[in-house]
């Protein structure tokens, strides 16, 4: 029976130097973009609940929260990742050894003619 070598939580281990997929890529970014949004929410709720308490904050939060959007969409649209570099025990193309020139026919194999003997 073949035994699995991925990793425990039973994904496939990355050996190639291939991007994600684009979903993969997509999906990621959305989950990057909700959760800038979701911290900004709370910078909003934060400031109209410190308001009367702390105005100091209140302003800071707000203003984290008008930044945050901005900073977000910038994130979410950074492109795709980086194309992946060769790997480090990549061997360019060699070119075979070139063979050196004959020094003639050896007189073993040399063809024999009519009449006289090897």
């Known amino acids: 029976m073949a035994k699995f070598l991925g990793k425990k939580d039973g994904s496939a ?3 190639t130097g291939a991007r994600s997929s684009l979903t993969e890529d997509v999906r990621g970014r ?3 973009y909700m959760f800038s949004m979701a911290v900004r929410t ?8 410190l308001w009367k308490e702390s105005r100091i904050i209140a302003v800071i939060a707000l203003v984290g929260g008008m930044l945050i959007p901005y900073l977000a969409v910038v994130y979410a649209n950074a492109g795709r990742e980086s194309a992946p570099e060769m790997p480090d025990t ?8 070139m063979v050196e020139p004959g020094t003639g026919i050896p007189s ?6 009519p009449g006289q003997p090897n």
């Open 108 to 113: 073993q194999a040399a063809p024999s003619t």
């Open 13 to 15: 281990v990355r050996i």
């Open 30 to 32: 959305q989950r990057r």
């Open 42 to 49: 709370l910078c909003v709720i934060l400031a109209i609940v």
């Open 90 to 97: 990549f061997v360019g193309y060699q070119p075979p050894p």
